[in-house]
């Protein structure tokens, strides 16, 4: 598993206005995992009762999924201007 | 030919060395260098593993300083394209006909049940080939490319 990003940096700019932001993913990640273990045990109950149907493998992986595209997020940048916006985003 | 295959050539035209053993050692010599040649080639292919998609737009130097200019940089990690081809794996079934039936109407018969996870790392590793580079009619420059 790759490492987690750390810091997400968005900048959006409109005409006169605009703002910046530096997302600490560091700090929000013990966070989630929190809410993730609170959550577990009705996603461990939806899990199984979905098992049947196959939805619940499918639940688990796109779980799994999930992570690994988070994972994947370091190094995207996306920058995007002209005369008047300015949309950046950048995932280190 | 090397150093080496010189000198056996040599011990063997001097008779100081009988033909089977020269055969032997020309053997030895040839597959030591092609083990190292395949060495430096798997290097060098990890070398260029490429790392990230990127697409750019640059505007028409002439018209550079005009209101109707877009600028586009974009980054895309290559693990992020892994990823992101896994998950058409886990497209329902329902959902999996309509994006077929969708493609085709666009014209691509593609079936993306065929997508399997030992064809990703083969599709990705192609895109390390791919360069894409137009100018369009209002001068803009539109590059996709992989580094």
Redesign the interface.
């Known amino acids: 598993m790759k490492r987690p990003p750390v810091l997400m940096r968005v900048k959006i700019k409109g005409g006169d206005r605009g703002f910046g932001l530096w997302l600490p993913l560091f700090l929000l990640l013990p966070l989630a995992l929190v809410v993730f273990i609170i959550l577990s045990p009705l996603i461990l109950i939806a899990v199984i009762v979905l098992w049947p149907s196959g939805w619940g493998k499918r639940a688990l992986l796109v779980l799994q999924a999930a992570l690994e595209i988070f994972c994947s997020m370091r190094g995207l940048k996306v920058a995007v201007q002209n005369r008047q916006q300015y949309v950046f985003i950048s995932v280190v | 030919m090397t150093e080496n295959q010189k000198k056996i050539l040599e011990m063997l035209a001097e008779k100081k060395m009988s033909v089977d053993d020269a055969y032997r050692l020309l053997n030895v010599i040839d597959s030591a260098e092609s083990g190292q040649e395949s060495t430096h080639k798997a290097e060098t292919a990890v070398k260029a593993k490429p790392?990230?998609l990127r697409v750019t737009v640059l505007p028409d130097p002439a018209n550079e300083h005009s209101?109707?200019?877009?600028?586009?940089?974009?980054?895309?990690?290559m693990?992020?394209i892994?990823?992101?081809i896994?998950?058409t794996s886990?497209i329902?079934p329902e959902a999996r006909d309509k994006v077929n039936g969708a493609l085709r109407e666009k014209g691509i018969d593609f079936d993306v049940r065929n997508v399997k996870p030992e064809d990703i790392e083969e599709l990705v590793e192609a895109l390390s080939d791919l360069e894409v580079d137009v100018v369009s009619s209002k001068g803009e420059k539109v590059k996709v490319f992989v580094e």
């Open positions: 790392k990230y209101q109707n200019v877009d600028r586009v940089n974009v980054r895309v990690p693990s992020l892994r990823a992101g896994k998950l886990l329902p």
